[in-house]
């Protein structure tokens, strides 16, 4: 009893409580670094579905029910509480039913065609065995992780494939009595075969065909044979019809039905092989039979062929599983292939007299109702191939009713206990077919969305419950008087720290600069463009991001971007001498090969090329593209690309898309050349060419006066707006885009929030001697009036920019930047609208936010959205998750601020100081509070809205992991006051600054080290920021003089 009753008391202890949210967090950590090294399939091998991950689950709930009686949670005042812990139990019950219960594929159906077949997202062994009379199939659900990486197996892949048991497998069955086993050997995803050579192999012809269109290998053993199109080949296996190549004596003789001709390579003597007639087979020699192309390189070779993970997963898409087929007592290993949403190709074993038929990969289920696809609609983005929407049009079919649908992204098809989804479409072969997602989980989708509701109303009724722990701080707060001389002098220290960047040198004068009258600049910044990616822009836009993308600036010395783009567009060949491609300024490896000084910060477009004409960064970029993990220099090398072929384009003229092709159902909008091409099929093209050249002829005159450019411009404006009108934005919206550019306002806000911090700051050193003066009172609140409008002014720039878009303005990393500094300061001034520290530290860390915003990393350009971002759903999930990192970075700007604190305290000052700590904490635990509301909120909106748009709520995306993982460490630091031995105010600090890491990692470390839906990096790793690692090692320098300073206080 005693041994049962510490049991019970360990599980439902608050310190395992504390334990589970590290090791859950750690283990979803380590799983999505497995995802990005390995694939999705070995991280759910691994780590998701294995049975220590759904254990720490089970003592989520075991822990949580056990501490109902403990902390009375069946109480009225803490029915808040029982809600949100006893949603996480209807959360992962939900969770339980998908996996276990449910079932989810895909079905392609071509235009025109009917189906009622799915193919499984689960990937099973399927083994069919008869004795010709009667038939049994035997089948088994199969998750298994690819576990080494070129040969090695890393320790911690090693430990858990060891946890789980491995691979391993074993189906064993009968059949009439007779024993039968399927045994696992081995497993090779995206399998391609290797020959080994071996003095102890077995004899193998080495045969190279070129049937298809590149050169394939093929190892050929005694007695096998191959098939294709013009002809079958045989290794010592002599049968008719076909081009047999067998051992006569200790030579090599080739037979053949059809007449062969030959080409030996080495002294290009031909010939011809007679049909049926036999001769020696000629080593390194051609043989074509039409376009059957074939050659045997060497003589017979020993070894044994092996199956190894190819590079390319679209050229090897099929994964190789070995099995052992034991039949009472008789073995034979099998290898079957196969992938996830492929059938699979059956290979068939006759053993004791039994047929075996074994196969792996999706299998196909029947649904009970058929599909056909009446049409299936890709729209573009205007003069674009990238996909805007898509749409299936539907008639469903069964033997109760016939009806028509239309399912297209966020638009599902609910029938008869399955959901449809549009998923994806396929155009090879000019074959249109759609791809749905099917998904049959209706239980477990309610159960969990149960789950979600009651999490939604714990929440909330946590925030406004008058008995919730939230409230009771909110109460002690307003009790406790705030600031210090100290505590401002500490945080000034702070922004004396942050210099902002030193002014960059100056470049020489550009030697091709004209001075083009300003009318001209003005006119032309407003003729509107369609750009590569569909979107249509004023000039002005255009010029601005052109500009910026090639030198990082938004001049070029002393020459505006709307300047630059005129002469470009009318003087583009002057341009090739100007040094505009901007190139860092630590790679001098790069400027060694182009030949420039290592001072020079841009290159111009004709040194990137020698006097052949040839590219000279040919070869780094071609090594650099195909390296997943690029070092600094390599990724240097693919920006400089990156830019000089943007420059190329421009003055070739094919950025510049000025001319809407006549009525043309795509909106494509054509370049002068693309025109020109055109301009003798349609006369309204020619003559619009030619006004254009004369514009640029015109534009070179220096008097206006004399000039007849704005006339012409007129022209291109007139055919604009009357052959482009259905999209070509109005009026309106380019003015505001217009002053929207002029006025740049994220990027001054950046200053003028700084400007007003420091102003807010100074007011509460001077409160600290005129504690009861008006006039401080009164700069108070002016200061306050201050942040308060740039706050209503960054507001309003959301506004313009959701506009101009037509999208929310939270879709990428630059308006993700911008709207979590709006969501900081928001927050700042709801939670810390009494204390001028907090205001100021909040507009700080705005500020802050906003100068990462406009680092050289972050593109500002406005884009269009892939058709599943195109959501109402995107509004609400981003909004609210994007806004929370808001209150963690109030609290990890304010877990500094208290580390501070704890270093500076002495005897004189400790109860003043104790007093500002209190309040700060406070603050900080209301700030993480509503942080880790909005946060979880955020990430199960998300999940709905997954489920929503393509049938799974949770996928274990990085993104979505990332964000668990984030929940579950600012849980663990909400839950630190109730564990023994992890209370007190100090610790919560420290705790609060590390926390944010989890943040920078979902937001950035997941955007730009690992692969997934939600990267902005494309599958591409990059370093660690420096300012990042600073910060690090700032907090942990904090954090040990704190712990050191707060010892000897206790001591003393």
């Known amino acids: 009893m005693k041994l049962l009753k510490k049991i019970t008391s360990i599980i439902i202890s608050t310190r395992l409580t504390a334990i589970l949210f590290l090791l859950f967090a750690a283990a979803m950590g380590i799983a999505t670094f497995i995802e990005n090294d390995f694939n999705t399939e070995t991280s759910k091998a691994l780590v998701f579905n294995t049975w220590w991950f759904n254990g720490i689950l089970l003592l989520f709930i075991i822990n949580f029910l056990g501490n109902i009686k403990r902390y009375r949670l069946l109480n009225k005042d803490k029915i808040s509480i029982l809600l949100l812990h006893f949603s996480f139990i209807i959360i992962i019950l939900g969770a339980g039913i998908t996996r276990y219960v449910s079932f989810e594929g895909i079905m392609p159906i071509n235009e025109g065609e009917t189906s009622s077949i799915l193919l499984s997202d689960q990937k099973y062994i399927i083994i069919a065995v008869d004795d010709n009379h009667v038939e049994k199939t035997v089948e088994k659900k199969l998750l298994l992780a690819q576990n080494r990486i070129d040969g090695d197996r890393p320790f911690k892949i090693a430990f858990l494939d060891f946890v789980r048991g491995g691979n391993s497998f074993s189906i064993v069955d009968d059949f009439w009595g007779i024993p039968f086993e399927v045994s696992y050997l081995n497993y090779v995803p995206n399998a391609k075969s290797a020959f080994k050579e071996s003095k102890s192999g077995e004899s193998h012809l080495h045969f190279v065909e070129s049937s298809g269109k590149e050169r394939k290998d093929h190892y050929l053993k005694l007695g096998a044979r191959l098939s294709f199109p013009e002809a079958d080949v045989s290794f010592q296996n002599i049968k008719e019809g076909v081009v047999n190549i067998y051992y006569k004596g200790n030579d090599l003789y080739i037979k053949s039905h059809r007449e062969l001709s030959f080409t030996v390579m080495a002294t290009q003597q031909t010939g011809v092989v007679t049909p049926m007639i036999e001769q020696k087979l000629k080593i390194r020699t051609l043989y074509e039979l039409g376009d059957f192309q074939f050659v045997v390189p060497s003589p017979v070779l020993k070894g044994n062929l092996v199956y190894e993970k190819a590079g390319s997963i679209d050229d090897y898409p099929l994964d190789m599983l070995k099995v052992n087929l034991n039949v009472n007592g008789e073995s034979r290993e099998v290898e079957v292939f196969g992938a996830k949403f492929f059938k699979g190709t059956p290979q068939k074993v006759t053993i004791n007299n039994l047929n075996f038929t074994i196969a792996y990969g999706s299998k196909t289920m029947k649904l009970p109702f058929a599909i056909k696809l009446n049409d299936f609609i890709l729209e573009k983005y205007p003069g674009s191939n990238s996909p805007k929407s898509f749409m299936s049009r539907l008639t469903i079919k069964s033997s109760e009713e016939a009806f028509d649908y239309d399912v297209f992204m966020n638009n599902v098809l609910d029938h008869n206990g399955y959901r449809l989804f549009q998923s994806s479409y396929d155009e090879a072969g000019g074959l249109e077919k759609t791809i749905l997602s099917v998904n049959h989980d209706k239980i477990g989708t309610w159960v969990t969305y149960v789950g979600y509701m009651l999490l939604f109303s714990g929440l909330i009724m946590m925030l406004m419950s008058p008995t919730s722990f939230f409230s009771k701080q909110r109460k ?577």
Request: charged letters at 20%; glycine letters at 6%; hydrophobic letters at 45%.
């Open 476 to 1052: 002690k707060l307003r009790k406790l008087k705030t600031s210090t001389l100290t505590i401002v002098l500490i945080f000034l220290g702070l922004l004396a720290n942050a210099q902002s960047k030193s002014k960059e040198e100056k470049i020489s004068v550009l030697e091709t600069t004209r001075n083009i009258p300003i009318e001209y600049v003005d006119e032309f910044s407003k003729i509107i463009l369609q750009d590569p990616g569909g979107r249509m822009k004023p000039m002005n836009t255009f010029g601005s991001e052109l500009l910026r993308k090639l030198t990082k600036k938004d001049k070029l010395q002393d020459l505006s971007s709307d300047q630059v783009v005129l002469s470009l567009f009318c003087e583009p060949e002057k341009w090739k001498d100007v040094p505009m491609v901007f190139i860092t300024k630590k790679n001098s490896r790069l400027r060694d090969k182009l030949g420039i000084p290592h001072e020079q910060k841009f290159a111009a477009l004709s040194v990137f090329f020698d006097s052949n004409g040839r590219y000279v960064l040919a070869d780094e970029v071609s090594k650099a593209s195909k390296k997943k993990i690029k070092n600094k220099y390599e990724q240097s090398v693919m920006d400089v690309d990156g830019r000089v072929i943007l420059l190329y384009l421009a003055i070739q003229g094919d950025l510049f898309k000025l001319i809407p092709l006549p009525n043309d159902d795509e909106n494509t909008w054509l370049t002068i050349r693309d025109a020109k091409k055109r301009e003798f099929t349609d006369s309204r093209l020619m003559t619009l060419v030619n006004t254009l050249t004369n514009y640029k002829v015109a534009i070179k005159r220096d008097k206006v006066q004399e000039s007849n450019a704005s006339e012409l411009l007129l022209t291109l404006k007139d055919f604009q707006e009357k052959y482009g009108n259905d999209i070509i934005p109005s009026k309106n919206k380019v003015e505001l885009e217009l002053f929207y550019n002029k006025y740049d306002i994220f990027k001054n806000l950046f200053w003028q929030y700084m400007m007003s911090s420091l102003l807010l700051f100074v007011v509460v050193i001077i409160s600290v001697f005129k504690d009861k003066s008006k006039i401080i009172s009164i700069l108070t609140k002016v200061a306050i009036a201050i942040v308060v409008l740039l706050f209503a002014y960054h507001t309003i720039g959301l506004i313009i920019r959701w506009y101009i878009s037509g999208h929310a303005p939270w879709s990428n990393g630059y308006e993700s930047m911008i709207y979590v500094a709006w969501a900081t300061l928001f927050f700042g001034l709801v939670v810390g609208r009494k204390s001028g520290l907090t205001i100021a530290s909040t507009t700080f860390v705005t500020s802050m936010i906003l100068m990462v915003a406009h680092w050289n990393w972050m593109d500002p350009s406005i884009g269009n959205l892939v058709p599943v971002l195109d959501s109402y759903w995107l509004m609400i999930h981003v909004a609210i998750i994007v806004a929370s990192y808001g209150p963690f970075a109030i609290g990890m700007i304010l877990g500094m601020l208290t580390l501070l604190l704890f270093i500076l305290k002495n005897k004189k000052n400790e109860k003043k100081l104790n007093k500002v700590i209190s309040e700060l904490t406070i603050i900080n635990e209301l700030a993480l509070t509503i942080g880790l509301v909005m946060l979880t909120v955020g990430n199960f909106l998300g999940a709905i809205w997954a489920n929503e748009s393509w049938g799974r709520y949770w996928g274990w995306d990085p993104k979505e992991t990332w964000a668990l993982i984030s929940i579950m460490v600012y849980a663990f630091i909400i839950h630190m006051r109730v564990v023994p031995g992890l209370r007190g105010k100090l610790k919560y600090n420290i705790a609060s600054v590390f926390a944010f890491s989890a943040i920078l990692m979902t937001y950035l470390g997941v955007n730009h080290l690992l692969s997934g839906l939600h990267s902005y990096a494309a599958g591409e790793a990059a370093p660690i920021p420096n300012e990042i690692i600073g910060w690090l090692i700032v907090s942990a320098l904090l954090s040990l003089f704190a712990i050191l300073k707060n010892r000897t206080m206790i001591t003393s």
